[in-house]
């Protein structure tokens, strides 16, 4: 570590990993209760086992953007956090936040709106954790004199997604309205503001893991906004086939929402030609290796599955079916899940002991693991939820006896679940056996990557 203060990081880190494996947990259950008989029906029907898959997704994800940018803006600004007690006393309330709302869902102690179940209280609390979180990470920012176009997007992606949530603190009594304001906090974060925190994310690694020049990946930052707020807002358009909006939106949602990936596959092509032309060989193989699989898999499950069933005449037989599922889990896992993954991997030899630079053997059986894993659920998926629209919304099958027709790709499923999951697990384990570091590492690899790309960098605001 450059900064002592970006020790910070390794226990938002350590947080997020653990929920991330609760997280893993409760979708094995869910995925087992489609094969039934189910033992847990009156502990944990699956209701509950999917609210609490689901939200813990969304909690570890952003205790894992919150780590990542205490590191990153930390070795942008190149001074120290501005309050490290601040920084857990947020991470003290964000943990007590999680985990009484997870242990409300078994008491149906929540709203019953997906994604956002949390009650009041707790949302309140979320409120104040991410303006304490804005609030320190702003002040370092300022404190510093240095403010780069990366840290600029991820501000923007941040508070954006802040302002975003209000919505969400609401009653409304008429479901239509509900579900409408829904998706412009769900979908505004995941296909639009969490994009730019992506964005800045692979931005930052890509110039200090592959020597790119700097002010080219900035340019291609604003090339990412400019999609964010033209596909992204224009893109929550393909939510709205079943409220009755007028039908000029629905080809305006399924076309734009498809679009902005591309920017980011962009720029992660521009970094892979330009570390084979500067010779670049980091050391740092393992973080590579996620930061360029985030931008290429989010693009197949973003991009790709997300054209391929939210075309309104394609959605009026996929919507609410396990074809959702199919490109949901691809592109959560793509775009964010692997980029928090990422900043994990570049920052694990700075802020633990003996961990190895070029990432362990463990590390790239995780990597390979989760991806081929992933890959194999999304195609379980795929093929469940195709059976599943012929019988069921063509045919005019029952619900209930489709499922049981197509339990055979539930069994692949869970087949390719396992294996994510040991992936999963092999990287938590990778993370745990290293202690933590408490002080600052003169040679670290932040401080290589940053001499080798010191031209680049100084052309920084």
Not at 282 to 297: D, E, I, K, M, R
Request: charged share 10%; glycine share 10%.
């Amino acid at each position: 570590m450059r900064y002592k203060s970006q020790s910070v990081a390794y226990w938002y880190f350590a947080l997020a990993l653990i929920l991330f494996g609760l997280q893993i947990v409760f979708g094995l259950l869910s995925a087992t209760k489609y094969l039934g008989p189910d033992p847990f029906l009156n502990i944990m029907p699956f209701d509950v086992t999917k609210t609490v898959h689901t939200n813990l997704l969304i909690v570890w994800l952003l205790t894992g953007f919150m780590g990542a940018t205490y590191w990153m803006v930390v070795d942008e600004s190149r001074t120290e956090l501005y309050s490290v007690k601040l920084a857990y006393i947020q991470l003290g309330l964000w943990a007590i936040m999680g985990v009484t709302a997870i242990i409300g869902y078994f008491f149906r102690y929540g709203t019953g709106n997906k994604f956002l179940e949390q009650p009041l209280p707790h949302k309140l609390v979320i409120v104040i954790v991410m303006l304490m979180f804005l609030y320190n990470v702003g002040m370092t920012i300022k404190r510093s004199g240095r403010f780069t176009t990366t840290e600029g997007v991820l501000l923007l992606g941040l508070g954006s997604s802040a302002v975003l949530y209000i919505p969400a603190l609401f009653h409304y009594e008429n479901y239509i309205v509900s579900i409408y304001y829904r998706w412009w906090t769900i979908h505004l974060w995941v296909e639009g503001v969490w994009e730019m925190i992506q964005a800045s994310f692979l931005a930052y690694l890509l110039i200090r893991l592959s020597g790119a020049d700097r002010e080219v990946m900035e340019k291609w930052l604003y090339v990412i906004v400019g999609l964010v707020f033209i596909a992204g807002i224009l893109g929550t358009a393909h939510h709205y086939y079943w409220i009755g909006v007028p039908g000029y939106w629905l080809p305006i949602g399924g076309f734009f929402s498809a679009l902005e990936p591309l920017a980011l596959m962009g720029m992660a092509m521009y970094a892979y030609s330009a570390m084979r032309r500067s010779g670049l060989n980091h050391p740092n193989t393992l973080a590579l290796h996620w930061t360029l699989g985030s931008a290429v898999f989010g693009l197949f499950g973003a991009g790709l599955l997300g054209l391929a069933h939210t075309f309104p005449d394609i959605n009026k037989w996929t919507h609410g079916t396990l074809i959702t599922a199919m490109h949901g889990h691809a592109a959560f896992f793509g775009a964010y899940a692997m980029i928090v993954m990422a900043m994990i991997s570049y920052a694990m030899p700075s802020m633990t002991r003996d961990s190895p630079e070029k990432g362990s053997t463990v590390g790239y059986w995780a990597f390979w693991l989760q991806i081929s894993g992933m890959f194999g659920m999304t195609l379980s998926f795929a093929t469940a939820g195709i059976g599943q629209v012929y019988l069921e919304r063509v045919m005019g099958i029952g619900y209930l006896d489709v499922q049981l027709k197509i339990q055979v790709h539930f069994l692949m499923l869970i087949a390719c679940a396992s294996l994510f999951s040991i992936g999963v697990g092999l990287f938590i384990y990778d993370f745990f056996r290293h202690a933590p570091r408490v002080g600052i590492v003169a040679n670290d690899t932040g401080s290589r990557a940053l001499g080798a790309t010191a031209v680049s960098s100084g052309r920084a605001s």
